[in-house]
């Protein structure tokens, strides 16, 4: 049996796998600077948040692939569609569309919890499986998540 704790962080989307939380927590870090930024700022956001999604996509599609996770093809094309997206959206703001880019990280911003809950979580799960050979526990108080894996 495994612990870890994590103390201090934004925990409510720990999914038990210490470098997916990781990478969801600088996704939740980018999403923020997005929604918060100047005007001027966005563009520079915006190419920051894309950098991250390929990224933060590819280690979970590699992941995928390299452990031969079963679910493995309805993930990847749902990457495949949001990075088009950031793809499609980041053009449409170098031309000076900001309403559109704060609209796709609004989106992105909403859309991310169901992703985690139903795709990413049992990425974890297999992960954890495959690396640790159990699945993992989390839970979550005000100050800390803690994991523990059976």
Aim: hydrophobic share 40%; with cysteine; aromatic share 8%.
């Amino acid at each position: 049996m495994g612990i870890s704790t994590s103390l201090g962080q934004r925990n409510t989307l720990s999914l038990g796998f210490t470098p997916m939380d990781n990478i969801h927590e600088e996704f939740d870090r980018l999403i923020a600077q997005a929604l918060s930024c100047p005007d001027a700022d966005l563009l520079c956001q915006m190419e920051l948040l894309k950098a991250h999604l390929y990224s933060h996509f590819g280690a979970e599609d590699n992941w995928m692939r390299e452990t031969d996770f079963p679910a493995q093809d309805c993930h990847i094309n749902e990457h495949a569609a949001v990075l088009q997206s950031a793809e499609d959206v980041y053009h449409l703001v170098s031309q000076g569309n900001l309403s559109i880019g704060r609209s796709f990280v609004t989106e992105l911003q909403s859309w991310f919890p169901g992703h985690a809950d139903y795709l990413d979580s049992a990425l974890a799960h297999w992960m954890c499986k495959h690396r640790l050979g159990g699945k993992p526990i989390v839970l979550h108080s005000r100050e800390q998540a803690i994991t523990i894996v059976d």
